[in-house]
């Protein structure tokens, strides 16, 4: 079985005057590298897929695999017509990719079953592990508890990405045991972790990675008492991750560090000047 845990970055996409900046893609993994996360993922929503078209994304994939060495790559792909998706799936078979991570099919709506013979398609057309993003705030439909405890029936799904909201879900996922649980909530992190989930795709390690590694590895180790005490000192740079749209916190701290251009394409925006100044306070 795949083991999708520890910490895992859902990598920026940098920019450089309208362009990807490969340069500084590459820069930023090998730095993640040396942090000691688990993994990346790619071309997740933190990595604005959306504005990336297929060329780009392809290029970015490259990007990260060439840098990450031996630690894993998941690719995110996503999309509502579920042949497409498909189509996108088989393309990346023969990529030396860890697995994919893939979305409910947004804006429609779809009913459970719909979601279940969307998910089931694309694992069928998978030759790589399948990890299900459970996001209902930006998809517009929830993955319910049964939907995905039979998802989890199929041989090639073996996680999820939980940013549903449901702490009574989390856990009876936990509990069922055949899905490793990856918290995507980056504030739900410690508990989620301490209550058995197998880590975390969190875009607020970008900054201070080494510390959220330490943190997950106490609590893996049962030295609470030190990972609470890194968790309360994370708590306040994680809200302030979030405190404006996803991935514009993340990528204003980053600049302040040298690390990439303060660059996303619209209609994402650059962050306001008090909270870009918090960010630089924080990560100093």
Request: with cysteine.
């Amino acid at each position: 079985m795949s083991s999708f845990s520890g910490i895992w970055i859902p990598l920026v996409t940098p920019f450089n005057q309208g362009a990807v900046d490969h340069e500084a893609l590459d820069a930023l993994v090998r730095h993640y590298a040396h942090a000691g996360v688990a993994g990346f993922v790619a071309l997740g929503t933190t990595g604005e897929p959306a504005a990336l078209d297929d060329r780009e994304q392809d290029a970015v994939l490259a990007t990260v695999l060439a840098a990450a060495g031996m630690l894993p790559v998941v690719a995110g792909v996503s999309g509502n017509h579920t042949a497409s998706v498909r189509e996108r799936i088989e393309a990346l078979n023969d990529a030396p990719i860890a697995g994919v991570l893939a979305a409910a099919p947004y804006y429609i709506r779809p009913s459970q079953a719909g979601v279940i013979g969307h998910f089931a398609a694309l694992a069928d057309a998978s030759r790589k592990p399948v990890i299900l993003y459970d996001i209902p705030a930006r998809t517009g439909v929830r993955l319910e508890l049964a939907t995905l405890l039979e998802l989890a029936g199929h041989e090639r799904i073996v996680a999820v990405k939980d940013c549903g909201g449901s702490l009574d879900k989390t856990l009876a996922l936990i509990l069922d045991g055949r899905l490793q649980v990856l918290c995507g909530e980056d504030i739900e992190m410690f508990g989620a972790l301490c209550a058995g989930a197998s880590g975390a795709i969190a875009a607020s390690a970008h900054l201070l990675p080494a510390r959220f590694v330490a943190m997950a590895q106490a609590v893996r180790e049962e030295r609470l008492g030190d990972a609470r005490a890194l968790w309360h000192g994370l708590v306040p740079l994680v809200r302030a991750a979030f405190a404006e749209p996803n991935p514009g916190p993340v990528k204003a701290a980053l600049a302040q560090r040298g690390l990439i251009r303060n660059e996303l394409r619209a209609p994402m925006t650059v962050v306001s000047a008090e909270l870009e100044a918090m960010l630089g306070r924080m990560v100093a």
